[in-house]
């Protein structure tokens, strides 16, 4: 496969990804308490929202990338 093909499969199979969970989603520690040797953290999740337009752009560079790739072939 040519680097043109491959970078439009990557961008296919991102776009999808970002359609199926529609964020990133990671574990914060904070800390709650701090008394002198005494600390309390507590562990929030982040995240990150990937709009589905973002998705969507991905996919169809990905398919232009492509197409584009077998007419000069």
Partial sequence: MKPRS???LVL???GVLALAYQGITYPSKKDT???GP???TTQEKKTIPL???LGVF???GGVVL???DRRKA
Wanted: glycine share 4%; proline share 10%; net charge negative.
């Fill in 33 to 35: 308490i701090d008394l």
């Fill in 38 to 40: 005494l600390t309390i």
């Fill in 58 to 60: 991905a996919i169809v």
């Fill in 12 to 14: 296919v199979a991102l």
């Fill in 6 to 8: 491959i970078t439009g």
């Fill in 51 to 53: 709009p589905p337009i």
């Fill in 66 to 68: 492509m197409v584009l």
